[in-house]
């Protein structure tokens, strides 16, 4: 993670990215099974084309662990897919021809298999993206929806032979095809020639939201950059933003025709992925969406997602991208800023420079870029005082911060972001009672779950500045205790996730502050991470933790101890050596799954 | 520090002795590493860790021979017989037997004072006598009375034939209960009884 960032290293990655080209060792293989699946029927038989999707679905998963190493691939395996399947789609344009399903489905399964190891958006962006498709596109996936109305269109079908491909795969990469489609940037009026289309295709996605598969975050993520297109958000989006807080309430109330709870999952998922791709004007995606503001905040006081940790999420992400709506995007006036800083320079400060030097040199530094001219301070803070936070953004960081002590870590992590992002946008005097309710956190010394969200907030505000030098001598204390926490429960203890946070709090920091801010409390916290490193049960939080200190001394350069300037990382490609001989890295080669440029080389080195 | 990194900490025991030891070596770590050795590491509630970091006293213990006999001794000689807790006994014993293990290449006579000397002669006995092996737990404690015994041996603590006699005893009653580590501390206490 260091070596990647900074200049010289450039020369590294290149020679890696030659490396790269070997790394996905079935490649040839993987390519002959595309041919074979692309193949029309007549030349492969369905058999063979099953065989060859079952090989490449194995292959393509040995990567799950380390999905970048097949970035070189993704694009022209995923286009050779795409055209094959597109080939059969287009090709029976109008409704006289009905599409083949059959001659498809295999090239859309091996679609899915690839995006479900490299991940969605990735595979996303190499679809098409031609006006001339989507018109077929939608029609095709009414089509396909119609097809099988014979059987349930949401469940898997009855042919569950596990080597043929699924009909949900197909679904999955149409609407993931349409989710691209609808960035084409000519108006819908021209693209698709009247409404009746868009109409259909938004009953489509609505229809699918309540899928239980995967599908349903398919058919969410595509609707939603369809809905927050321009030329469709003031009249559809308004909609379904009816529609939803309709929804909303009859689930809120438990009526006895309530929806699903998977339908509300869809339908919140679809807004909050509003919020975040939209792109028109604050005001105006605020008038649309403020109407559901009060069914949120009812279902949030009902106890109606209290079982559901993935509603919880969804919850979150709400609240802290309308609470980020309700305040004018800026950056705060008030943060800490440290300027420009690079990696290069703090470790030839270490290797080479007197510690006298480094010291002068970090000093002026520091001086230059902290020095905000008395006269701007003033103005600045006068906007502070003038900026008006609304009750609505209050309510919702009060939910958020009541989320960092959610019981699940996934909602923990979006509370923690939203803490970050949210205090951005307010004045000094509300961020710092921000801190003070995080801190607040910390207070009770068995709730493990409210320390593990108070450290992820904390390492989140810090990354942005919004942690000021000033407090933290409060601060540093309670991460220093976070680092080694650990409580008895009976047979066994918790604590690690705190410890692991910790330690990323503690990274963060590294990478925040300038080497003088940190100076006094480089020693405590130092100490406390070399215990958790050596010492640690878990070995997550032992490479946590030597990753922390490691940035830390990298970041805090001399400062940290003249010890480490014998140690830095220029000793690192001997003390490679050395470990190779245990064995690990000749493992780690063989396997092909370590893929950091600077080990990558020093691992060819000792072979 | 770059030997402290992610992949030589990924196995627990090389972390805990040998990478630890090298951390250690700086003077400003030193004192850290032990405190938290003896003070949390020793009482941590798995069993294996307790292990482990009774064994990385052995390793620490020659770097700061006299603040382990001045602080660390004394302090494990007073939570071995904690009358409330099992985990901290059954730890505080395991780290006193690496201890006394690792002082043990020296002549201990001339390195520890009298009173301590007798105090860990007495241990054995007193842990007997305060009928700790008794209730859930027992048998571990059995486990690290085993270990102390034959640490006791090797360093050749000076004993009355008194608590030659409890020690043959304990070893005795450990040895019914099939535990393992009895038949080591039988050949250990042979060595005792030869040199006495």
């Known amino acids: 993670m260091a070596s990647s960032e900074d200049g010289d290293a450039s020369a590294t990655t290149q020679k890696v990215a030659l490396s790269a080209e070997n790394l996905f060792v079935e490649q040839e293989e993987a390519y002959e099974l595309v041919a074979i699946i692309t193949a029309s029927t007549s030349t492969s038989p369905v058999d063979r084309k099953d065989a060859a999707l079952t090989r490449l679905r194995r292959i393509l998963d040995k990567y799950l662990e380390c999905p970048t190493l097949l970035d070189q691939n993704v694009g022209n395996i995923s286009t050779v897919l795409m055209e094959a399947a597109k080939h059969v789609i287009i090709r029976s344009d109008g409704d006289a021809n009905r599409i083949e399903f059959q001659h498809c489905s295999h090239s859309l399964s091996a679609l899915y298999a690839l995006s479900k190891v490299r991940g969605r958006k990735n595979v996303q962006k190499f679809l098409s993206h031609e006006v001339e498709d989507v018109e077929p596109l939608i029609c095709a996936l009414q089509q396909f929806v119609n097809d099988g109305k014979d059987h349930d269109v949401l469940a898997i079908p009855i042919n569950n032979n596990p080597d043929h491909p699924q009909r949900w795969e197909s679904l999955y990469m149409l609407w993931n095809w349409l989710g691209t489609l609808s960035l084409v940037p000519f108006d819908c009026k021209i693209v698709l020639g009247d409404a009746s289309m868009i109409a259909s295709l938004i009953k489509l996605g609505k229809d699918h939201l309540a899928a239980t598969g995967p599908t349903r975050e398919a058919s969410a993520t595509s609707l939603a950059s369809w809905l927050s297109r321009p030329d469709l958000e003031t009249v559809e989006l308004a909609k379904f933003v009816e529609w939803s807080s309709d929804i909303i309430k009859k689930y809120t109330h438990g009526s006895f025709q309530s929806p699903t709870v998977f339908l509300v999952l869809g339908v919140m998922q679809t807004l909050v992925t509003v919020l975040k791709v939209s792109s028109s004007p604050r005001e105006i995606i605020l008038r649309l969406m403020s109407p559901l503001w009060e069914p949120f905040i009812l279902l949030a006081e009902s106890n109606a997602c209290d079982s559901n940790q993935l509603l919880r999420k969804y919850m979150i992400k709400w609240w802290s991208r309308m609470g980020c709506l309700y305040m004018p995007p800026r950056v705060a006036s008030w943060r800490y800023q440290r300027g420009r800083r690079s990696l290069a320079e703090n470790l030839q400060q270490t290797g080479t420079s007197t510690s006298k030097g480094t010291d002068s040199s970090s000093q002026g530094q520091d001086g230059t870029t902290q020095k905000i001219s008395s006269n701007d301070a003033h103005c600045d803070k006068i906007m502070d005082e003038l900026i008006d936070v609304p009750d609505h953004v209050e309510d919702a960081m009060g939910f958020i911060i009541e989320a960092l002590s959610d019981s699940s870590t996934t909602v923990r992590w979006p509370a923690a972001k939203g803490v970050g992002r949210l205090t951005e946008r307010l004045p000094a005097v509300c961020a710092d009672d921000v801190l003070d309710a995080v801190l607040e956190l910390f207070t009770n010394p068995e709730a493990d779950q409210a320390w593990h969200g108070a450290c992820l907030a904390l390492a989140e505000l810090s990354r942005r500045g919004l942690l000021l030098p000033n407090r933290l001598s409060e601060v540093i204390p309670l991460v220093v205790r976070a680092i080694q926490y650990d409580i008895r429960r009976e047979q066994s203890s918790v604590g690690s996730h705190v410890r692991d946070a910790a330690c990323y709090t503690y990274w963060s920091f590294a990478r925040a502050y300038a080497p003088s801010v940190l100076k006094p409390f480089v020693p405590r916290l130092s100490e406390s991470i070399i215990l958790t490193c050596l010492f640690d049960r878990e070995v997550n939080c032992r490479r946590a933790a030597s990753a922390a200190f490691q940035e830390c001394v990298g970041r805090q350069g001399a400062d940290v101890s003249h010890k480490f300037v014998c140690l830095s990382l220029a000793v690192l490609s001997s003390q490679f050596l050395d470990v190779s001989h245990t064995g690990h890295l000749l493992e780690l080669q063989t396997r092909n799954i370590h893929f950091d440029p600077c080990r990558l080389l020093f691992t060819g080195k000792s072979q | ?196």
């Open chain 2, 1 to 196: 520090m770059t030997h402290a990194d992610y992949f030589s900490l990924g196995n627990r025991n090389e972390a805990f002795t040998s990478i630890s030891l090298y951390v250690a070596r700086f003077a400003e770590y030193q004192r850290v590493i032990i405190n938290h050795i003896y003070q949390v590491k020793l009482h941590h509630w798995d069993e294996t860790i307790r292990v482990l970091a009774s064994k990385a006293l052995y390793e620490l213990s020659p770097l700061d021979p006299q603040y382990i006999i001045d602080v660390v001794l004394p302090f494990l000689l007073r939570s071995s017989l904690d009358p409330n807790d099992v985990i901290v006994r059954h730890g505080s014993i395991l780290g006193l037997a690496e201890a006394i293990a690792s002082l043990g290449h020296h002549a201990v006579e001339s390195i520890l004072p009298t009173h301590l000397l007798k105090d860990i002669a007495e241990t054995v006995p007193a842990i007997e006598k305060k009928r700790l092996y008794r209730g859930r737990g027992g048998e571990m404690i059995r486990g690290a009375v085993c270990r102390l015994i034959s640490c006791i041996c090797i360093s050749k603590i000076p004993m009355l034939s008194k608590q030659q006699v409890k020690i043959f005893e304990a070893a005795a009653a450990t040895c019914a209960m099939r535990n393992t580590s009895a038949d080591n501390t039988f050949f250990f206490l042979s060595v005792l009884r030869y040199d006495s």
